[in-house]
């Protein structure tokens, strides 16, 4: 099945189903290459040694932590149902699965979220543990680079995912997704042009938290000239919230339209409310909760011009597995 355009996508899941459908040098060999490997035993060992990558790869493409656990789940199946002795580098077999079945996945759940009431948002994961989630590098794994991914089709996130986080070949790229390797250079370089052209070089770790803080200062106390003066002339805000009351579901454009937002609900959010600073997906985060009760949690990316998107998730099924992870 050829990649064309990038919009293709891989149908059903026959490619993974069978070890006929992964026939290049990349993950098939003969029987006796595996000699030892077909015990449940092994296999497992084999598996949970790759798993923080496969899990990585699943987040980065479909933006949701439990998706990609479904998956990771699904890829352990087939793991445990192919016949393993003929497989010549199970890392580059199980890498193909799951990049194939989130790619299946991301199809769907583009339909779904067409219902999800107002903005969408990357689920925020917990990366205290294991800073670049599995990868080679943290590449696309900031919330504000996810969330440009989404306008991305899968089959170019996949590819996107696997070079630019992965470091991948483009040749292993392309037996992944049944391409071309000139095609698969072309889609990752689109995607590369379209992210950066949508995402301005961010600040370091420092200013990243000191700007953060007067934010939230500023936001607390309605404090238009100080938001204005932090606020790039093309910010957005977005709340997460798919319904719940009291989160916007609209994406609030401009510095005077989301200070002045920010300045109305203040007085009605902010008394009594406490703030954690955590991390979120690499990034400072503010984990903001009511008597112990998480409400929202907001990240910033922030570039040298100030804010360019305002994030706020409180979408309870995104929020609360978050904070439980951060008492891991």
Do not use: C
């Not at 510095?255 to 009605?268: D, E, K, Q």
Request: avoid cysteine.
């Amino acid at each position: 099945m050829g990649m064309g355009d990038g919009t293709d996508a891989l149908d059903g899941t026959e490619s993974v189903d069978g070890t006929h459908s992964l026939g290049s040098a990349h993950s098939l060999g003969s029987a006796h290459s595996l000699d030892g490997w077909d015990s449940l035993d092994q296999a497992t060992k084999v598996f949970m040694a790759v798993r923080p990558q496969l899990f990585g790869i699943a987040y980065r493409v479909l933006g949701s932590a439990s998706e990609a656990e479904d998956v990771v789940q699904e890829a352990w199946l087939r793991w445990q149902d192919t016949d393993r002795g003929v497989v010549r580098e199970p890392k580059a077999f199980l890498t193909t699965v799951t990049a194939r079945l989130a790619i299946n996945l991301a199809q769907s759940a583009r339909v779904r979220r067409e219902s999800y009431v107002g903005p969408w948002l990357p689920e925020p994961i917990d990366t205290r543990a294991d800073p670049q989630l599995g990868a080679e590098r943290a590449e696309a794994l900031d919330l504000a680079v996810l969330f440009l991914l989404e306008r991305l089709n899968p089959v170019e996130r996949a590819a996107y995912v696997l070079r630019e986080a992965f470091d991948y070949p483009y040749r292993q790229i392309a037996d992944m997704l049944e391409t071309s390797e000139t095609n698969t250079r072309q889609v990752v370089s689109r995607a590369r042009k379209r992210i950066s052209s949508e995402r301005r070089k961010p600040v370091g770790a420092t200013e990243h938290r000191r700007l953060m803080e007067v934010f939230l200062a500023a936001a607390q106390t309605g404090d238009l000239a100080v938001l204005e003066d932090i606020l790039t002339e093309d910010v957005i805000s977005y709340t997460d919230g798919n319904g719940l009351r009291g989160a916007s579901r609209i994406p609030v454009v401009g510095p005077l339209h989301v200070s002045r937002y920010l300045a109305a609900f203040g007085p009605r959010f902010w008394p009594h409310k406490e703030i954690e600073w955590v991390e979120a997906n690499g990034a400072p985060a503010a984990l903001v909760s009511d008597g112990g009760a998480p409400v929202v949690l907001l990240t910033l990316d922030i570039s040298e011009r100030g804010v360019e998107r305002a994030m706020w998730v409180m979408n309870p099924e995104k929020l609360t597995p978050y904070v439980a992870s951060l008492g891991d």
